[in-house]
């Protein structure tokens, strides 16, 4: 089992390419709220790129919540943010999901053998469901630290430990399966940021990371602790199909 990993859309074009599982980690905020939605209740996710997009999909989804941010809050017309804490109001309904980066990661993945979200939040489920899909599909493992959309530059602090994470748990549930795992890309960092996961943990990592204090600047600092805590959550965002304006999410 070979398992990468590689930031933003270079990763998203490697998992395509070779025809790997793709596990997008936008981990302050995206991919754990969109875990929590599924974990309420809320019966698919449409994950679009762009606010026109999520306006323009309510033809096909009149019914649906929009959920999602730019600059951290929610676009003027939208439901809700992009939070963990507002995912109850989705049960029973469908949801249209933007943000900066995650949900048009998501997009930039799809052709990827398997497109899934994974964070500290559902982590042991997505690292499982990935693994699996790896396994039937005799496919490599992505795990696509999201960064941010548009400036590669940008320390992604954040996602780098959610993904060394998922890795680690990647390397020992595949031990466990008599799998012989290794880290191929990104080994390097893997072996950066793993003795600090240990040393530190993963909340306070997040709360040093760079996005961490825009979400301060903006009030949403109550978000962090949220989304660092370890398997809260057993949804795993799944994409099962392409719509014309993104990728449709399921529980998987």
């Known amino acids: 089992m070979n398992i990468h990993i590689m930031e933003g859309e270079p990763g998203c074009a490697f998992a395509r390419e070779r025809g790997a599982v793709a596990v997008v ?8 709220t969109a875990a929590a939605l599924l974990e309420a209740g809320a019966l698919e996710i449409l994950a679009v790129r762009e606010v026109e997009e999520a306006f323009a999909a309510r033809a096909d989804w009149p019914d649906a919540l929009l959920y999602g941010e730019r600059g ?5 017309g939208f439901d ?8 109850l109001p989705a049960a029973g309904r469908r949801v249209i999901f933007t943000t900066t980066t ?3 990661r998501l997009v930039q993945a799809w052709g990827a053998a398997a497109v899934m979200m994974g964070a500290p939040t559902n982590a042991t489920a997505a690292v499982r469901a990935a693994l699996n899909q790896a396994a039937a599909r005799s496919a490599e493992l992505v795990i696509i630290p999201a960064g941010l959309m548009d400036d590669p530059a940008f320390d992604a602090q954040e996602d ?7 890795a680690r748990r990647a390397m020992e549930e595949s031990q466990a399966r008599g799998l012989d795992a290794s880290i191929g890309e990104g080994h390097a960092l893997y072996k950066h940021w793993r003795p600090l996961i240990d040393a530190d943990g993963i909340e306070a990592l997040f709360q040093s990371a760079p996005h961490a204090e825009k979400l301060r600047r903006i009030h949403k600092e109550s978000d962090i602790p949220l989304c660092a805590q370890l398997n809260t959550v057993s949804a795993v965002p799944f994409g099962r199909s392409r719509h014309p304006l993104g990728v449709v999410l399921h529980r998987g």
């Open 25 to 32: 980690v936008d981990a302050l905020r995206a991919s754990a």
């Open 72 to 76: 951290g809050l929610p676009p003027e």
């Open 80 to 87: 809700y943010g992009n939070s963990p804490a507002e995912a």
């Open 102 to 104: 995650g949900a048009g």
């Open 160 to 166: 780098w430990v959610a993904a060394v994470a998922l």
